[in-house]
């Protein structure tokens, strides 16, 4: 009789309550389970009409949007493969801010056709060999799709369009003045060496109210806030920046004051009056117009403010000031005083104005080269405001995109199928059992023109086939992608229309969408140990009155 053999088991290795799973079927299908379900959420936001989704995160905060990357961010995935994906899209997001959603889609679109191919026998490691070969194989064939360079940032017409495209399929109907403002923002503030030029000099002030079609671009700094005192405007004003309070200086350690009549009382306020009053007189005398601080203003610094006509603004945030400072060329002083030459700013314009229902506070320098653009935003809710910010941040970003590498693809999904076409024609060329992951992972590619034709109403079948046949019959590179714009199954030339993608940003998205799926699709075992914390408290009983 043979003996028994038990199995494997971690029964006593691990503390009581921790998860472990193991094998094909438990960890790395599950896992892939996880990530379709993530990439089902975000898919169908993908593209120029892509839909809204409504995220309310842990503090009640509402989110309207179809940013793949605020969504992820939002909704804290803590699924530790379904994590990966979300990681590698907020890293796609913080290193050249778009593309976030294909990410996510291509990652996700790689490990189900792994799933076939995991079903017909093949094994996870043999999966990964094929796909990183067709990946590698991927980004050199990507190299060769590049359809048009941006030789000067400044000059070329093909960084609108790049810009537009960007913009445009989060805002779609809009794209052409948000592309306009996003590329004014940057032409204002372009540095002498374009690789320095830095994405946060761009900053987005919201003012509710109006239509989006009256924002605006100003050369300088807007503030969402009203002056301090009764001077609203000055011109050609020299300007004092403070990270420091605008009033008396208290002591470190408390005192005790013996008064003994009314006029010692009077004597001992005018002392304090007496040095107030000299610190700002000496101010004005320097000719200082503006005031700036990071902290309070007092109520006896704001009477000698207003007495010597100097105007008087707030600023809460260090980082705002710091920028103001590069702004207007001055330096923040930790201490009360008249600053030196050198320390004082400059600005031609500053003005307390009201738009809409709000006062803001502009610094516009008109004649003086500025190292911060501000886009002022107008809408009719703040939700429709936050999104229209991202979309002008992706919009930025491209700019800085293309200061790095100024290669352009062909857009629409044109990219992705001549990418699959490619990678099918070298899978077929390849012995052994990689060529079957090769040809998915060509398959995978395919996703982005039938995502494009799904969200815009089309057939995905017929857009495909369409697609397809255009794109088999040329032997040369073409660029044949989906028309979003049509309400049949309709294509266009993408290069033609302008629809344009930033290499760099393609080129990244890939190499990140195929490590993370290959990092999901090795991993055989899930061990997770019991979370550390107490036992939950009890609810409140609804039926208490009952007992």
Known sequence: MALRIPKHSSAGLFKDGSKFAQGVDEAVLKNITACRDLNKITLSSFGPNGRNKIVINHIDKLFVTNDAATMVRELEVVHPAAKLLAMASAHQESELGDATNFVTMLAAELLEKAEELLKMGLHPSEISQGYELASKKALEILEELSTSKVDDIRTSPLVAEAIRTAVGSKQYGYEDFLAKLAWEACSLIMPQNASTFNVDSVRVVKVMGGSLLDSTVVKGMVFGREAEGNVHKAEAAKIAIFSCPLDIAQTETKGTVLIHNAQEMLDFTKGEETQVEAVFKELAEAGVKVLVTGATVGELALHYINRYEMMVVKCPSKFDLRRLCRVVGATALARLGVPMAEEMGFCDFVESIEIG????????????????????????????????ERALDDGVNTVKALTKDGRLLAGAGACEMQLAKRIFSYGEKTPGLNQHAIKKFSEALEIVPRTLGETSGMSSFEILSKIRAAHYSSDSNCFVGVDVDSEQAATIDAVEKGILDVFSVKYNAIELATHAALTVLLVDQIIMSKPAGGPKVPKNNPNWDDE
């Open 357 to 388: 229902s709000d006062r803001v506070v502009i610094f516009r320098q008109e004649k003086e080269k500025s190292k911060t653009a501000t886009i002022l935003l107008r809408g009719a809710t703040q939700n429709f405001l936050d999104d229209v």
